[in-house]
């Protein structure tokens, strides 16, 4: 995101300007692909052994925090999800379902949420291997272009004003009424924005790129630091676990607030870097595409 070119001050709502650099269009794009393929590839790796546990070990009969399987009471098998000791019955979604050919698999998680969609372990692995060079060199590029042209400092950098609970409460009673920014307001990050892309940068997708390398048995020979910091191999696969689906959890809060602030405007100015100012309150209701 950057000031509006050739616009400086006298940008208003209704023109159109420039909105993203051209490095965060091609991150965002090359990420969303990047992520997509690793979690459904994830997920198929977690069919393997859909159980987490906290620890250094894990094993079928151990003690588990979530487990995804199926089970058979009162004359019918169902399928649940159970963490710690309460269980939701999944059936026909998770642990119990139907494949394409009419099929009755017992596995975590369906076809349609894993690749590759049939089981194969091995697969799987290759596919998020391969991606998790895309990601985390992706990241580590952005992360300095970013730096270079003062991105991190301009965009996501949380001054002292915004950390006060009394701005963050407002920004929450904002969203909550859908009252979005409008004018050149708009092009700039609101806190919740910049704590949510700080979370995911520097948080959530370094973490998961260090527990990955801490699932790995051959990391403990260049990085043992990596598993023990963690508490354990099976911690650390817990973690990226947790991760993953806060990453999915932020992909579908970021759909949301596009799609009530403007799919149409929101999209465009992701791909072309141009974005149409939202009018202000005092400016004419006259709708541009």
């Known amino acids: 995101m950057s000031t509006p070119e050739g616009h400086g001050n006298s940008a208003?709502?209704?023109?159109?300007?420039?909105?993203?650099?051209?490095?965060?269009?091609?991150?965002?794009?090359?990420?969303?692909?990047?992520?997509?393929v690793m979690l459904m590839s994830g997920l198929m790796i977690f069919n393997a052994h859909p159980r987490l546990y906290w620890g250094e070990y894990g094993a079928n009969y151990d003690p588990a925090w979530l487990k995804i399987s199926s089970a058979r009471a009162g004359g019918r098998e169902f399928g649940y999800l159970q963490i710690a000791n309460t269980r939701f019955e999944t059936t026909g979604v998770l642990g119990l379902w139907e494949d394409p050919e009419g099929r009755t698999q017992r596995r975590a998680f369906p076809h349609w949420a894993t690749i590759p969609s049939r089981y194969s372990?091995?697969?799987?692995?290759?596919?998020?291997?391969a991606f998790a060079w895309v990601l985390a060199g992706g990241l580590a590029l952005y992360l300095a272009w970013s730096l270079l042209n003062g991105h991190l400092r301009r965009d996501i950098h949380i001054t002292r004003r915004e950390w006060k609970l009394a701005h963050?409460?407002?920004?929450?009673?904002?969203?909550?009424?859908?009252?979005?920014?409008t004018g050149v307001a708009a092009l700039r990050y609101n806190v919740l924005q910049k704590l949510s892309y700080a979370g995911v940068l520097f948080v959530l997708l370094p973490l998961i790129i260090l527990t990955g390398l801490a699932m790995s048995?051959?990391?403990?020979?260049?990085?043992?630091?990596?598993?023990?910091?963690?508490?354990?191999?099976?911690?650390?696969?817990?973690?990226?676990?947790?991760?993953?689906?806060l990453l999915v959890l932020f992909f579908l809060v970021h759909?949301?607030?596009?799609?009530?602030a403007g799919p149409f405007n929101e999209v465009r100015s992701m791909i072309t870097g141009r974005y149409r100012l939202p009018p202000?309150?005092?400016?004419?209701?006259?709708k541009q595409p």
């Open 12 to 36: 208003r709502g209704g023109d159109l300007v420039k909105r993203h650099r051209l490095s965060t269009r091609v991150w965002h794009w090359i990420n969303a692909v990047t992520l997509l």
């Open 121 to 129: 372990l091995a697969g799987a692995r290759i596919w998020h291997l």
């Open 168 to 181: 963050i409460w407002n920004d929450i009673k904002q969203h909550a009424r859908l009252r979005f920014p």
């Open 217 to 245: 048995p051959g990391t403990d020979a260049w990085l043992p630091l990596a598993t023990q910091i963690f508490g354990g191999r099976q911690s650390a696969r817990s973690v990226h676990f947790i991760c993953a689906f």
């Open 255 to 260: 759909i949301v607030m596009v799609m009530l």
């Open 280 to 286: 202000e309150k005092a400016d004419a209701p006259e």
